[in-house]
Nanobody, 117 residues
Framework: QVQLEESGGGLVQAGGSLRLACSAS????????MAWFRQAPGKEREFVAA????????YVIDPVKGRFAISRDNAKDLVYLQMNNLKPEDTAVYSC??????????WGPGTQVTVSS
């Protein structure tokens, strides 16, 4: 059974940066497209970014474009979300997931990102 785990969250002032990492146990993720999601208090989970299995194709949503970047190190079996120029509205629990077919699965528990103004 695959389990994902996110790390790297924390409390940061507006304009600061964080790098989140997603790791897996139970299987490798280097052969799978991956994605990051976030869920703010009282809101539904929101897709943030995705990356292809080889890292050659990436996508981020417009609200974070130019500030966030998704990447991966398949040698280390890790997926990252670099977040720069953070804003208070980026405050959320960030989770990673594996893309399987047309859906996402095997969600991690998430890591809290809090941006103070």
């Amino acid at each position: 059974q695959v389990q994902l785990e996110e790390s790297g969250g924390g409390l940061v002032q507006a304009g600061g940066s964080l790098r989140l990492a997603c790791s897996a146990s139970g299987r490798i993720i280097s052969d799978s497209p991956m994605a990051w999601f976030r869920q703010a208090p009282g809101k539904e989970r929101e897709f943030v970014a995705a990356i292809s299995a080889n890292g050659g194709t990436t996508y981020v949503i417009d609200p974070v474009k130019g500030r966030f970047a998704i990447s991966r190190d398949n040698a280390k079996d890790l997926v990252y979300l670099q977040m720069n120029n953070l804003k208070p509205e980026d405050t959320a629990v960030y989770s990673c997931a594996i893309e399987e077919g047309e859906d996402y699965a095997h969600w991690g528990p998430g890591t809290q990102v809090t941006v103070s103004s």
